[in-house]
């Protein structure tokens, strides 16, 4: 569809990694098998177990957050890179430190 339309796509690694999860798939299997070379924003977030399930809680990004956000980085390089991430203001510094340092390596 995205190839007939010639039309890009939103990446949002927090719900691709509740998907993988939900269907039972490696995480970079997943990712791999999208059509990345169409994605022009991605969002990245903390997804976290609840009741037993992953969801994308849009908690602080943890070390497999930004070694998927390295994997798509390694493969593609999107207009836009969003965090999704309102709560704590050291998290928050932190995490958009990390991040510069992430999309800086990879330009």
Same mark, same amino acid.
């Given at each position: 569809?995205? @190839? @007939? ?8 690694i927090g719900h691709a990694h509740v998907s993988? =999860? ?22 990245v977030s903390g997804p976290r177990m609840r ?7 849009? =908690?602080?990004?943890? =070390?497999?957050?930004? =070694? ?5 980085? @390694? ?11 309102i709560r704590e203001r050291e998290a928050l510094? @932190? ?13």
């Open positions: 569809m995205l @190839e @007939e339309a010639e039309c890009g796509f939103l990446l949002d993988a =999860e939900v269907l039972g798939v490696d995480m970079h299997d997943y990712l791999s098998s999208l059509p990345l070379h169409r994605v022009v924003q991605v969002h009741y037993g399930r992953l969801v994308d809680a849009h =908690e602080p990004l943890q =070390e497999i957050d930004y =070694e998927l956000l390295d994997f798509v980085l @390694e493969r593609i390089q999107p207009q836009v890179v969003t965090l999704e991430y510094q @932190e995490q958009l430190f990390r991040l510069r340092g992430l999309l800086d390596a990879h330009n």
